[in-house]
């Protein structure tokens, strides 16, 4: 053990190997032998779940399963070493030039590691074969920050933070954050709380005077004292006016201050959604995201403005009648007090499967608003294929989780408020049967029972309400879970902690060496591309073969997994994620118009552009004389999906809303495919004029739409596989000249058979395509 | 549905890679072996594919192919899909995501981290797929048929 932290400390690169297989090894390495890395595979030959290590010298490559049994392969200069991964299984397989000798699996938990793992491999073979040492292990460095990464870790411990916290069931207290700013009114309210149920106190105190010293001596013979009376009865009348006064003070300024925490919430909430990147809104459903920014947020709210309101009054409210109570009569009190530790029991074991529940009803509720939000824009292909039923029956089915949900928290719930009800009234009883027994013996009057009796059914009433809130706090606790769920999510295009601004981007795209995994699947690999500032580039290859991902790794919609991306020799992750996306304009299959007016969509990336602006980007765009065409001009409303708009018209507003950003870097995503030829011809007039004297990156499924770029690039299944203009493409014969010819075949099809292909594809797309006229 | 016999062949080299000779006696190497229904039927719809991903051969059931090819798709497939079904929940760290979770499979016990609840997701027939961070993807076969501790502990994140 000495001897091995020893040679750690001389080069700190050196992994340190965990027992047991320290152990297990050393009868396998010799003295001077030291270990170069190591690797724990956690699967076996079957795929099982097991424990086993893998350990490479300067010498040797060892195994070391589970048992401690070691197998080893001295290193011969023909060996290799290949790392491959499919659907979460990571493999390694060592072979020489004539035959496989061994495959080891993991999942994908382990890849960086095994990757790392082969990468030194390659090292120390690269060093063997040329008869050297094998140096230490290069430093890696952060891609955010440029520090060199610690050996043996992927993560940057200056960049990332602990994002693994789960959530703690104190959840509501986190409210605070957004309470803070409201501090004074918090305080102002609270005083007002207390003076308020101060004042509602008052009356029972004053009903003991009244027995004692009015009614009783009249009972027994007295005059009643007329100037007493008033006094008391005044008193009754005042701590009631008082008490109405403060208490509408007091709720005004707690509903005031909590409707405002409710918007801030809600606001910020909005606000990180929008920061995080394309992948997590891959993951999530609408309608659930919506749920939980709309209604529970509102249910937050209203828990803090009436039900956490009332709450404090009970507690205080308990508080002061308990030390009201034991002032008067200690024992009586202490009696009063019984049925509390059996409520506060009842609450205890009630609350767990309130919360549980009500969390269930949070997600099941989530789950009707997503059937919501994915059938309504999907409409279309719903009527289209005459599915109403079915989805009439899916959303049938969503209520009726919710029912079976909600009907077992009523279950719970239902047998819970009875219950405090029949321990207050036991509670009750006791006091009045104690009361009765402590008068026969002259402890107290009646004037103090009768006080005793006002104030408890006050207390108890109190204990009622507050056990009531129990479910109500559970709900709005689900919701502050719900909600900050999604403010914990860190976004994974992080902002850089520091940021490297760009000065006057000239467009030169670098893409290193680029791999991106989506899930357990590897959708790039080991892509390496050279952009230079103007040229124009065309992406092509077969649907799925990573051209659009590469894109959206362009637009950083997503990080990359392995290799950077560099913007004139910047790592685009080290620029802030808007000042870098002001740079790039980009142009998709499907243009998106927002709600407003063909002028605000136009201006939608500058909202500052004037007029003559807009214009001008519109005539460059060949949109000008189609929007003048429309009733209103400019000025005309184009609706959620732009109904009213063709594709075509669509797809130009688009373009003119990337040529009024004047960006540096234009992607185009298929920008002219969900329309006719004709439109083509219309639009890539635009593009033509968009394009100039920018770096564009474009992606087409029609080749005949990238006549004018200066390289085409073809991707297959996550690599790029050739690269070049046309005509040397053509000439290669290779995998361009295939896609080519294809297509060249189904051009010439659509000549020969012009009646029947028109119909063909509109009956493709029916569902995809937007047609303004289907309604 | 009578389907022809077998009109190719497979072998493995010493790589451990599988080779496809057609009928016309063209050899493809590299090839894959891919189930189509890997989760619901995943002994029908075999389909192996060249190295560049055309289907060269469709294996409507496995019972259709002779001992030696069935065993060596067997082999291959027994090496390639990976989802372990979950035969017992035994704990959960957090019912709040992202919570670890502690559970015996049908490849042995392991350990995951759950990312949030909606990589649970809900296949037909009370089946349950759930992705880990990593996304490697768990099983549950059948919902009812789990013991009642897992049932309870799932319910929290369904």
Same mark, same amino acid.
């Given at each position: ?775 | ?60 059931? =496995?019972?259709?192919? !002779?001992?030696?090819?069935? %065993?060596?798709?067997?082999?291959? $497939?027994? &090496?390639? /899909? ?45 089946? =349950?797929?759930?992705? !880990?961070?990593?996304?490697? %993807?768990?099983?549950?076969?059948? $919902?009812? &048929?789990? /013991? ?11």
């Amino acid at each position: 053990m000495l001897t091995n932290t020893m040679a750690t400390a001389d080069t700190a690169s050196t992994p340190l190997l965990p027992d047991p297989w320290h152990t297990y090894l050393q009868s396998a390495l010799a003295p001077d032998e030291s270990i170069e890395a190591w690797l724990t595979l956690d699967l076996d030959d079957t795929l099982r779940f097991s424990d086993s290590v893998l350990v490479l010298t300067g010498r040797q490559l060892i195994a070391c399963a589970t048992d401690g049994q070691i197998a080893a392969w001295p290193l011969d200069a023909t060996f290799e070493l290949h790392a491959h991964d499919h659907a979460g299984v990571g493999s390694l397989t060592l072979q020489d030039d004539t035959a496989r000798r061994a495959i080891w699996r993991f999942t994908l938990t382990q890849n960086p590691a095994a990757l790392r793992f082969s990468r030194r491999f390659d090292q120390v073979l690269d060093a063997l074969r040329e008869g050297r040492e094998a140096g230490p292990v290069p430093a890696v460095l952060c891609a955010q920050c440029q520090a060199p990464l610690p050996p043996d870790e992927d993560d940057c411990p200056a960049c990332s933070g602990s994002i693994d916290q789960p959530p703690s069931t104190w959840t509501l207290f986190r409210l605070w954050r957004f309470a803070r700013p409201y501090k004074g009114q918090l305080l102002l309210g609270f005083l007002l709380t207390l003076a308020a149920t101060g004042a509602t106190l008052v009356p029972p105190y004053l009903t003991m005077p009244l027995m004692d010293n009015v009614l009783i001596p009249y009972q027994n013979g007295q005059q009643i004292d007329t100037s007493l009376v008033v006094l008391y009865l005044g008193g009754l009348l005042g701590s009631a006016v008082v008490a109405w006064g403060l208490g509408w003070a007091r709720t005004y300024i707690l509903a005031l201050f909590s409707e405002r925490i409710g918007a801030d919430l809600r606001t910020t909430t909005y606000d990180h959604l929008l920061r995080q990147s394309l992948e997590y809104f891959g993951n999530k459903r609408t309608g659930d995201l919506m749920a939980r920014i709309s209604s529970e947020t509102d249910r937050i709210c209203v828990f803090l403005s009436l039900h956490a309101l009332d709450f404090a009054t009970d507690v205080l409210m308990i508080i002061m009648t308990a030390i009201i109570l034991a002032s008067i009569n200690p024992w009586l009190a202490l009696v009063t007090l019984v049925p509390l530790p059996f409520i506060a029991w009842l609450i205890h074991l009630v609350r767990d499967r309130l919360r549980t529940g009500f969390d269930k009803t949070g997600r099941v509720w989530g789950e009707i608003t997503s059937v919501l939000a994915d059938t309504i824009p999907g409409i279309r292909v719903v009527k289209a294929f005459a599915q109403e039923k079915r989805e009439s029956q899916r959303f049938r089915e969503a209520n009726r989780v919710n029912l079976e949900a909600n009907d077992k928290l009523n279950r719970v719930w239902s047998v819970f408020s009875p219950t405090v009800a029949l321990l207050t009234e036991v509670g009750l009883l006791v006091v009045w049967a104690f009361g009765i027994w402590q008068v026969a013996n002259n402890d107290i009057t009646v004037g103090v029972l009768t006080a005793f009796l006002a104030y408890i059914g006050r207390f108890y009433g109190r204990l009622d309400s507050m056990s009531r809130i129990v479910s109500v706090t559970q709900k709005a606790a689900a919701g502050a879970k719900r909600v900050f769920d999604i403010l914990d999510h860190a976004s994974s295009v992080p902002e850089p902690t520091n940021p490297v601004h760009l000065k006057g981007v000239q467009g030169q795209i670098t893409l290193a060496n680029v791999g991106f995994r989506y899930g357990n699947r590897a959708v790039l690999r080991d892509v390496d591309l050279v952009i230079q500032p103007g040229e124009m580039v065309g992406l092509v290859g077969h649907s799925g073969s990573g051209k659009s991902t590469l894109v959206n790794l362009m637009c950083r919609f997503y990080d990359v997994s392995e290799g950077a991306i560099r913007i004139d020799g910047t790592d685009v992750r080290s620029v802030p994620v808007a000042e870098y996306r002001q740079h790039i304009g980009l142009v998709l299959q499907e243009p998106f118009l927002f709600f407003g007016t063909i002028a605000e969509n136009i201006a939608y990336g500058r909202p500052d552009a004037s007029r003559d602006e807009i214009v001008a980007a519109a005539r460059a765009a060949h949109a000008h004389e189609f929007i003048l065409r429309l009733p209103q001009g400019y000025d005309s409303l184009v609706g959620e999906r732009g109904q009213g708009l063709s594709g075509g018209e669509r797809q130009r507003i688009s373009i003119a809303r990337a040529l009024l950003i004047d960006p540096k870097i234009l992607i185009l995503d298929e920008a002219t495919s969900s329309v006719d030829t004709e439109t083509e011809k219309e639009i890539q007039k635009a593009l033509d004029n968009l394009v100039r004297g920018r770096t564009t990156i474009a992606i087409a499924h029609r080749l005949s739409t990238l006549r004018k770029a200066n390289r085409l690039v073809v991707m297959d299944r996550g690599r790029i596989v050739e690269e070049g203009d046309h005509d040397t493409l053509i000439e290669r014969g290779g995998f361009y000249w295939r896609l080519y010819e294809a297509q060249q075949r189904q051009v010439e099809g659509e000549v020969l058979t012009p009646t029947i292909t028109p119909a063909m594809p509109s009956a493709h797309t029916a569902g995809i395509a937007a047609e303004p006229a289907l309604k | 549905m009578t389907t022809p016999a077998m009109d190719f062949t497979l072998t493995r080299d010493a790589f451990g890679h599988l080779s496809l000779t057609d009928a016309a006696g063209e050899r493809h190497d590299h090839v894959q072996v891919v189930r189509a229904f890997p989760i619901a039927a995943p002994d029908e719809g075999i389909s192996v594919l060249s190295a560049e991903g055309h289907e060269l051969a469709w294996i409507t059931h =496995l019972n259709q192919t !002779d001992p030696a090819t069935r %065993q060596l798709i067997d082999e291959t $497939l027994a &090496a390639r /899909d990976f989802m372990p079904v979950l035969k017992r929940l035994k704990s959960v760290s957090s019912f709040a995501t992202p919570s670890t979770w502690d559970v015996d499979t049908d490849r042995g016990p392991t350990r995951f981290v759950l990312r949030g609840e909606e990589n649970i997701r809900r296949l037909p027939d009370e089946m =349950l797929m759930i992705a !880990d961070e990593h996304g490697i %993807q768990y099983l549950i076969r059948h $919902l009812p &048929a789990l /013991d009642a501790h897992s049932r309870k502990l799932l319910d929290r994140f369904l």
